[in-house]
């Protein structure tokens, strides 16, 4: 007997593209903020840093709400987003990426922060001094040494974007074939009588994915060094 049902398959790989595409699409904006913040000196940094791990703190729900007002097709971004780009998010897998990758990006930074903080500034300069310009010093020195970090980042967020629930259904709705991941099928099990097969293999499942993803994010943490009494989560 099949494992899963072809429905829950289904859950599955919508589940896993949403976790991808919202990682995939928050990946630079995560590592332009990382770099800023490990980088950077200006007034506001405080602020920028608490708006950027806001959506962490915040009620899913609010976060959801936030991005219905800015990315409704009545909205002024999400009509142009529409118009030039032809992106939809409403009721559509894609607003569940997005909804998912709002929730990831701070767990993302963090991860990121703490990385580029680690690279020794030491070896930059000497690399500069060696003749090597600003991008082949961030291309051979300050990406490898990061590398780590990074893809602890990128595996930290898919555990956050599969788990995902409150700014989803908020946003993008809890519809079958089209937004509905994992929680939210989950939820929608949990309403339906005799269902409580389905509720523990999917929640079996996500328990896994969870799991398997915070490990290889603690592995890749210790084999970039960071954890001298400093974790990502």
């Avoid at 049902?5 to 630079?28: D, T």
């Avoid at 409403?90 to 701070?106: E, H, I, N, S």
């Avoid at 709705?173 to 523990?200: D, F, H, K, R, W």
Wanted: net charge positive.
């Amino acid at each position: 007997m099949a494992l899963l049902s072809a429905s829950e398959w289904e859950i599955l790989v919508l589940s896993l593209k949403v976790s991808a595409v919202a990682i995939g699409a928050s990946l630079p904006v995560a590592f332009a903020f990382a770099w800023v913040l490990a980088r950077w000196r200006f007034p506001g940094k405080v602020l920028l840093d608490a708006l950027v791990h806001l959506p962490l703190v915040l009620p899913p729900v609010v976060t959801g709400w936030l991005l219905l007002l800015a990315f409704a097709t009545d909205a002024p971004l999400g009509r142009f987003l529409n118009n030039t780009l032809g992106l939809t998010f409403l009721f559509r897998w894609t607003g569940a990426a997005l909804a998912a990758a709002v929730m990831a990006l701070p767990l993302m930074v963090r991860a990121m922060r703490l990385s580029i903080e680690n690279v020794d500034p030491r070896l930059e300069q000497a690399a500069r001094t060696l003749g090597a310009g600003r991008w082949r010093t961030f291309t051979a020195i300050t990406l490898p040494l990061c590398a780590n970090g990074i893809f602890a980042a990128l595996v930290l967020g898919f555990a956050r974007s599969i788990g995902e629930f409150g700014a989803t259904i908020t946003f993008a709705s809890n519809i079958p074939g089209e937004t509905q991941t994992l929680p939210l099928a989950i939820y929608s099990a949990l309403q339906v009588p005799g269902a409580e097969g389905q509720v523990t293999r999917l929640a079996v499942l996500s328990v896994l994915l969870s799991l398997g993803a915070l490990v290889l994010s603690e592995w890749l943490v210790r084999r970039s060094g960071q954890d001298k009494g400093r974790h990502v989560v």
